[in-house]
């Protein structure tokens, strides 16, 4: 007790100090007088559309728009499973915005992708178009020195950040903990949402932040993720979204942050932009590349397009925790949900965290309860593949309760699966033309591809330890689809983070080929070479086993001390020579062979924090 007495006392004195030294007026006007003096106003284009690259996305985007009437919209929607045209299509659109481009993340890094897209953002402000960037504070541009150069690189970028801690554009680990001792609440609700919109046309959203590893960049982990572009009315729905939160108080100017400020009155020189220094330019290069070649576009983000109907853009209320009882706050989470429990015959959910919300529980123990239950299958991550191995935890805890009480059939996906080495060695051939040229690969043609604890996102956070050796993948993708009629694709993870703490934003497309072209996606992760089952343990002495799970289940229950060893599931393998059947088909057993709970993890700490934290950490749960 006095060694923590002695830590605590610090910590306090200086929570109090930092929740002192919010800036005075006068501070924020002289910064802005600074911002406004220095400012460097040279533009590259005198024209009307601002020299704006013709685009066939936005070009496509246009004619939907046109096309629309309030009962009968129309809408342009492309699904980005891989990650060369996902960034491709972001390079394609902002090149070709006339006007305003909107960029709201949760993460935006200084490797190579968040140097792309910082650089080509703020040469489209340079040629005329109003340009905002909305990021979180807390995995966001932490480089002081950067931002002083973003608030006065020119008039027509604008850069917020949304929920800084301590007033702060860097957070400090001590800053960091006096957060979560002193407004935990406030600390802990973070935007998650991701947007790109450009002229209020077309938008782009889903799971990607600005990393390497959302884009198949990082050489050791990277993530299997997915977004969605929709061009049409549904646009206008994510500029209303965007609004709300650049106008929200959470959103703060950079003149407005203690250090960014310092920094701006500490140097009054104008600023230059330095060319980015990337650690694989010639990657960079020939994603440039292929963001301008029509034939590498029309091959894999115009042929691909579906013209559609109805289209809706959700996102909770930058509100969300300052009014919890306020339905609208929820609208994106609530939706989700009715969407869900409207079910008849199957949910495909893929979420890179299992870890069920108890409004989300309810749902699925309802459906499950029906007489004819509709079929749930699960995609989700293994151990060995994810990076947030205290969340996995979580999930490891209740496998019983999801497999008898919901009905899911689990698919935890494997750190190389097939489906997702082949697309990374696609975003790495040495020439994107010659790619093109060749007719090496098309969309159609590849058979292979189709907290949280606040600290697990960072590029430093690397997952578990394996037995196996090579590139390793993760799963962050979030989608649902239902009864192949509607599809969702977005940011909600389905867990109590996203229902309670964080915002959260995407599309729901009421079309059935893309909710076909969806499900092919994510079956296509579930596949066994991709793909473990999850399933109940053969019971080899009935008594003994009866035993066991009785034991089990008392354990389960316990928030603190759940050690028995022994779980109602494990892993499991399909055999060769079998074909892939569920885990209920009475032959499950023959065909399939146990792996292990954590196939493929080596002994590490990681590992043994696992073991503890679903025996110690249910308390936790509802912030994972």
């Known amino acids: 007790m006095p060694v ?123 040629r005329g178009v109003q340009v905002r960037i909305l ?43 006096a957060g979560v001792l002193c407004c935990f609440m406030q600390f802990n609700q973070r935007m998650h949402n991701k947007l790109v919109l450009v002229d209020d046309l077309i938008g782009i959203t889903g799971g990607r932040n600005y990393q390497d590893r959302y884009f198949n960049w ?34 703060v100017p950079l003149t407005h942050l203690r250090d960014v400020n310092r920094s701006i009155l500490d140097d009054r020189t104008p600023p230059t932009w330095p060319a980015p220094k990337y650690r694989r330019p010639q990657r960079v290069a020939q994603l440039q590349q292929a963001a301008e070649d029509p034939a590498w576009l029309k091959a894999w983000l115009v042929d691909p397009t579906l013209r559609v109907g109805k289209v809706d853009f959700f996102s909770d209320l930058p509100a969300k925790t300052d009014e919890p009882d306020r339905q609208r706050a929820h609208e994106f989470t609530l939706h989700i949900m009715r969407m869900v429990g409207a079910a008849r015959r199957e949910v495909l959910l893929q979420t890179p965290y299992l870890v069920m919300s108890k409004r989300a529980q309810h749902i699925f123990r309802v459906l499950h309860r029906q007489p004819e239950p509709p079929r749930v299958i699960v995609s989700t991550n293994s151990l060995a593949s994810t990076d947030a191995f205290a969340v ?57 591809e189709r907290f ?15 037995q196996s050796e090579g590139r390793r993948f993760g799963l962050h993708a979030k989608s649902i689809v239902v009864d192949d009629a509607f599809a969702m694709v977005g940011s909600h993870n389905f867990d109590p983070r996203s229902d309670h703490y964080n915002t959260e934003a995407g599309v729901i497309i009421y079309d059935h080929a893309f ?35 009785a034991i089990g289940a008392v354990s389960e229950s316990l928030p603190l001390f759940d050690l028995w060893p022994f779980r109602y599931a494990t892993s499991y393998e399909l055999k060769p020579g079998c074909q892939p059947m569920r885990a209920t088909d009475p032959n499950f057993y023959a065909c399939y ?20 934290v679903t025996a110690f950490g249910a308390g936790v749960k509802g912030v994972l």
């Open 4 to 126: 923590l007495r002695q830590l605590t006392f610090p910590l306090l004195l200086a929570l109090l100090l930092l929740q002192g030294c919010t800036l005075s007026r006068a501070q924020i006007r002289r910064a802005d007088a600074v911002v406004a003096a220095t400012t460097n106003r040279s533009s590259s284009c005198d024209q009307a559309d601002h020299c704006a690259t013709p685009s066939p996305l936005r070009a496509a985007a246009a004619a939907a728009m046109a096309a629309s009437t309030a009962k009968q919209p129309v809408h342009v929607v492309t699904l980005l499973d891989d990650s060369e045209p996902a960034l491709a299509a972001r390079i394609n659109l902002i090149r070709a915005a006339q006007h305003s481009i909107d960029v709201q993340t949760y993460i935006w890094d200084q490797d190579d992708a968040g140097q792309l897209m910082l650089d080509e953002l703020v040469h489209a402000a340079r």
């Open 452 to 466: 949280h604890l606040l600290g697990s996102h960072g590029s430093n956070n690397r997952p578990a330890p394996l």
């Open 515 to 549: 909710a076909d072209q969806l499900r092919d996606s994510i079956m296509l992760n579930v596949q066994p070479g991709n793909a473990w089952v999850v399933a109940p343990r053969l019971a080899k002495v009935p008594v003994l086993s009866g035993i066991n799970e």
């Open 392 to 448: 996995y935890a979580m999930s490891y805890k209740h496998r019983k309760r999801y497999l008898k009480k919901f009905g899911f059939e689990i698919h935890e996906i494997k750190p190389q699966a097939p489906s997702a080495v082949a697309a990374n060695e696609l975003a790495n051939q040495d020439s994107v033309a010659a790619v093109l040229t060749a007719n090496a690969v098309s969309p159609g043609s590849r058979s292979l």
């Open 593 to 612: 062979e146990p792996v292990g709970d954590f196939p493929d993890v080596a002994v590490s700490p990681k590992l043994i924090i696992t073991r503890l």
């Open 135 to 177: 990021a979180d504070q807390l995995f966001s541009l932490g480089n002081v020195d950067l931002l002083d150069r973003l608030s006065r690189i020119s008039p027509n970028l604008n850069v917020r950040l949304y929920n800084p801690t301590f007033h702060k554009a860097r957070t400090q680990p001590l800053e960091f903990a």
């Open 218 to 251: 990082d050489d050791s982990f990277d993530y299997v993720d997915r977004d969605v572009m929709v061009g049409g009315p549904a646009a206008r729905e994510m500029a209303a979204s965007f609004t709300l939160f650049w106008n929200h108080k959470r959103a």
